[in-house]
């Protein structure tokens, strides 16, 4: 079966500080993979989302950047976070070229900025 | 425009009885994909259900079932015979386009927090 582990599950960082968050699958091969942030309250946005390592599209031009150095490997970065980059962020995969498949989404990193 | 909306921030329900959040999406494409997702107070994002535009009939999984309106362009969920295990954020979620063979991706709505009380 397939696992999707993302981490850590709390961060409290400085601003100014850098980001570096990780988000491992296990069990499947070539997965679609996705970075989304969710402001207290609110609903998913999209950041940033992977067919392959080393292909990243980015819907949210901000001070954040992912990267996918292995095929089940997302890493979502900073190099200096700012107060509004505080929230929950979640990691998702989904199955390559299946339409009806579902994102399955990690627990999260919660994400404060002070 | 907003391509999901989710009318009801709050919902009350009883005890076993259903409950019907509300769920209306805008798009030009003839292909798309409606999911719902419910969120407990934990934070992990759960999928419940899908419906695909040329599903014929509405989806069902277990206790929920999705009222789908295409003219309407409404995709609202039913949960029957609610539990206090029920209680928690749904959100209604849209993919546009047919299987390109690229990522799709999800459009969420803001949710509705429901409550299930004894």
């Known amino acids: 079966s397939q696992t999707i582990h993302q981490w850590p599950a709390t961060l409290v960082q400085p601003v100014g500080s850098p980001l570096s968050l990780e988000c491992t699958v296990e069990?499947?091969?070539?997965?679609?993979l996705y970075w989304y942030r969710q402001a207290a309250g609110r609903g998913l946005q999209l950041l940033f989302y992977?067919?392959?390592?080393?292909?990243i599209s980015s819907e949210v031009p901000q001070n954040l950047s992912a990267s996918r150095p292995q095929d089940r490997q997302f890493i979502l970065s900073s190099k200096k976070l700012l107060l509004s980059d505080s929230g929950f962020y979640l990691c998702?995969?989904?199955?390559?070229?299946?339409?009806?498949?579902?994102?399955?989404f990690g627990n999260g990193t919660r994400l404060t900025v002070t | 425009a907003q391509k999901i909306t989710q009318t009801q921030p709050g919902m009350f329900v009883q005890e076993k009885e259903a409950v019907t959040l509300d769920c209306t999406y805008d798009?030009?494409?003839?292909?798309?994909?409606l999911f719902w997702y419910k969120q407990p107070s934990s934070g992990e994002m759960i999928f419940l259900i899908y419906?695909?535009?040329?599903?014929?009939q509405n989806a069902t999984e277990g206790r929920y079932s999705l009222n789908f309106q295409k003219a309407r362009k409404s995709a609202n969920l039913v949960i029957s015979a609610s539990q206090l295990g029920d209680s928690a954020m749904y959100f209604c979620?849209?993919?546009?386009?047919?299987?390109?063979?690229?990522?799709?991706?999800?459009?969420f709505g803001t949710g509705t927090r429901l409550q299930v009380t004894l």
């Open positions: 069990g499947t091969s070539n997965p679609n």
């Open positions: 998702a995969w989904k199955r390559d070229r299946e339409y009806n498949s579902p994102l399955h």
């Open positions: 979620a849209m993919r546009e386009g047919g299987n390109t063979g690229t990522a799709s991706k999800l459009t």
């Open positions: 992977s067919v392959g390592i080393g292909q």
């Open positions: 798009t030009s494409d003839p292909s798309y994909g």
């Open positions: 419906q695909g535009s040329y599903d014929q």
